[in-house]
């Protein structure tokens, strides 16, 4: 096996990392905009009680791509390896692109509810999943 077999996959996790890392970012941004904001009003900020909108939409963002990471990694390289690597770049493409579109689409403040157009970047993200695991089976049954 070369490296080359397998570039596409490769720089689908590269990007899924990226974006995983820009959203660790945002986190410490917002985190300190809102401490000192907070403090300029004489305030504590407590990150994890205070229900601060802003540092709410920031932790979802990452934490959810976090929670995501294991399960799309996983399928990611199982398809790159047993079903192709190009069909497995193009879908791995398609969930990065939704996983970008996940903060803007939620905005930057989390509010009581999430917003309806979260599902354009979680839906194809799900789709993306199951694409996945019923390529593999499909790869299992045909064997």
């Not at 904001?37 to 407590?46: M, T, V």
């Not at 799309?72 to 390896?81: I, M, Q």
Request: proline content about 4%; overall charge positive.
């Amino acid at each position: 096996m070369q490296i080359a077999d397998h570039a596409g996959p490769i720089w689908v996790t590269i990007a899924y990392i990226l974006v995983y890392f820009g959203f660790v970012i945002n986190v410490a941004r917002v985190k300190s905009a809102r401490a000192k904001d907070f403090a300029s009003r004489g305030e504590k900020f407590d990150r994890y009680f205070s229900q601060d909108r802003e540092m709410l939409a920031a932790d979802r963002i990452q934490l959810n791509a976090l929670e995501q990471m294991p399960t799309f990694l996983t399928l990611l390289w199982l398809n790159a390896v047993f079903v192709g690597s190009l069909p497995t770049t193009i879908a791995g493409g398609v969930y990065v692109a939704a996983r970008v579109a996940y903060p803007f689409l939620m905005g930057a403040r989390l509010g009581r509810g999430i917003p309806a157009s979260i599902l354009v970047a979680t839906l194809p993200g799900y789709l993306v999943h199951v694409w996945f695991a019923g390529a593999l089976i499909w790869a299992l049954v045909t064997a």
